[in-house]
């Protein structure tokens, strides 16, 4: 893997725009699109991942799908100078964290904490505060996501079915 960051062109930026709309689009698929071949494509993904570029592929869940119905961004006050070391082990015991970040500001770090309630979230929230360079937390719930498509969302919105009739119940009998 290189460590400078990877040359890439107009088709390499249709093909990322590709995957990151959906992993699983075939090679021949992305191809079509941009007017390559399959094999093309797939020599630019391996380029692009063993430059950096491309760093993994992943499944979007519904996070309510696995039980995490609340959900809330946490502001972290540190006692002192805490290293972000420090606080990376700390938010790695804690699986209900999902993303972590240290930021500018008056607070030395942001968590995105998903729990399956507000219950959940409290219990969440004390054990990070038993730390003792934890000086004090501010929290956030989220109420909606104005953007649902995007990944801090958990997945893309499928289209709404159809409302359910009777018509159906006699054309899945048949």
């Known amino acids: 893997m290189s460590s400078g960051p990877a040359p890439f062109d107009g088709l390499d930026r249709k ?8 992993a699983r689009t075939s090679f021949a698929e992305i191809g079509t699109a941009i007017g390559l071949s399959a094999t ?22 519904r996070p309510s799908a696995l039980g ?10 540190c006692e002192g100078a805490a290293p972000p070391r420090r606080l990376a082990e700390v938010v790695r015991n804690h699986p209900e964290i999902t993303a972590a970040m240290t930021v500018t500001g ?3 770090a942001l968590l995105h904490v998903r729990a399956r309630d507000v219950e959940h979230f409290e219990e969440v929230l004390e054990r990070i505060r038993v730390e ?4 004090k937390t501010i929290s956030v719930m989220v109420l909606s996501h104005l953007l649902p498509e995007s990944p801090e969302a958990g ?6 079915h159809a409302p359910h009739t009777a018509s159906d119940d006699a054309a899945n009998m048949r």
Do not use: C, Q
């Open 155 to 160: 997945a893309t919105h499928e289209a709404p």
């Open 106 to 108: 008056g607070a030395d």
């Open 132 to 135: 003792p360079f934890i000086r």
């Open 15 to 22: 093909i990322l725009t590709a995957l990151m709309a959906n």
């Open 68 to 77: 995490w119905r609340t959900e809330a961004y946490v502001e972290v006050y």
């Open 40 to 61: 093309a494509v797939k020599r630019r993904v391996d380029r692009l991942r063993d430059s950096g570029v491309i760093t993994g592929f992943t499944a979007t869940v």
